[in-house]
């Protein structure tokens, strides 16, 4: 079992920062990836970025130029840097690691990021 713990969302104004961080501890194998999703209110999930254990890096072109992921295989964690945000970033943020050659998908909990006046 993979457990996965987030921090970091909270209320912010359009073009403010924040910076979300996911740790995995548990039964993490090789060659994994880490990425976050969101969900909006009445929408389906969607991929925000995602990283490799290798460091490839892959990114939702909404976000492309605003957000940056980084890991740490060592520490299995994984960052996501939010800058220049938009009111149509609100949504649950949920920390997600799966293996690259497929398999099933661990979540996170879930955060809160609102992008309000």
């Known amino acids: 079992q993979v457990q996965l713990v987030e921090s970091g969302g909270g209320l912010v104004q359009p073009g403010g920062s924040l910076r979300l961080s996911c740790a995995a501890s548990g039964s993490i194998f090789s060659n994994f990836a880490m990425g976050w999703y969101r969900q909006a209110p009445g929408k389906q999930r969607d991929l925000v970025a995602s990283i490799t254990s290798g460091g490839n890096t892959n990114y939702a072109l909404s976000v492309k130029g605003r957000f940056t992921i980084s890991g740490d295989n060592a520490k299995n964690t994984v960052s996501l840097q939010m800058n220049s945000l938009l009111p149509e970033d609100t949504a649950v943020y949920y920390c997600?690691?799966?293996?690259?050659?497929?398999?099933?998908?661990?979540w996170g909990q879930g955060t809160q990021v609102t992008v309000s006046a």
């Open positions: 997600s690691l799966w293996p690259v050659l497929g398999g099933r998908i661990y």
